[in-house]
């Protein structure tokens, strides 16, 4: 259970952080850059559910992962080690990417296939979910960078991180009211 009393601890004031596993890393260590970009995935998310009250079916599923980002952080701040813990360490589990693969799929049927790339924009949630979708490409990246330099990252939490990019992109179709109001590019239109 978490127990937060004080805000400040002054722990930081070094420009380190603590792990869940108790170590201290710098503020821009790799590891800490990418949970941080998966919490700002989170708060753009908490900014697209603002305008998606008249969409309930997309707005609960949004609140699902957002609790689900939270699960995601958690395994980020926990490295893979063979050190004892004294608990269980909370890991992103292969059933979270298939239930985003389940949610594209029902969403995606209500749709038309596409026939350009779609611009960001259209309605206010589609316009915000686009964004949390490339702000969660970038916490994709940084997750990739974090493995290719040897940090150990489970495959369902680079599955998760990959299959949300993908659900943000048809939930900001369903926004534009199931693809309506998707704003199309046109190649070369203004040369």
């Known amino acids: 259970m978490v127990k937060l009393n004080r805000i400040y601890t002054r722990t930081g004031d ?3 952080t603590g792990l869940a596993d108790g170590e201290r890393r710098s503020k821009c260590d790799p590891r800490v850059e990418a949970y941080g ?6 708060s753009a998310i908490g900014l697209a559910r603002l305008s998606t009250a008249a969409l309930p079916e997309l707005d609960v ?3 699902r992962i957002q609790n689900d ?9 926990t490295p893979e080690s063979d050190k004892p813990l004294g608990y269980e360490p ?12 389940q949610e594209i799929d029902t969403l995606n049927a209500r749709l038309t296939p596409l026939r350009s790339f779609v611009l960001p924009g259209g309605t206010p949630a589609a316009a915000a979910l686009h964004l949390a979708r ?6 994709e990246r940084r997750m990739v960078a ?3 330099e040897g940090e150990i990252i489970g495959a369902p939490a680079m599955q998760y991180i990959n299959r949300l990019s993908d659900f943000l992109f048809v939930a900001a179709r369903i926004a534009n009211e199931n693809g309506v109001a998707d704003i199309l590019w046109r190649p070369g239109q203004n040369r």
């Open 14 to 16: 070094d420009g380190s």
């Open 37 to 42: 970009d998966v919490d700002e995935t989170n």
């Open 61 to 63: 599923m949004l609140a």
């Open 69 to 77: 980002l939270f699960d995601l952080g958690a395994d980020l701040s």
């Open 90 to 101: 909370l890991r992103i589990v292969a059933a979270q990417p298939t239930r985003l693969e």
């Open 134 to 139: 490339v702000v969660c490409r970038r916490a």
């Open 146 to 148: 974090l493995a290719l």
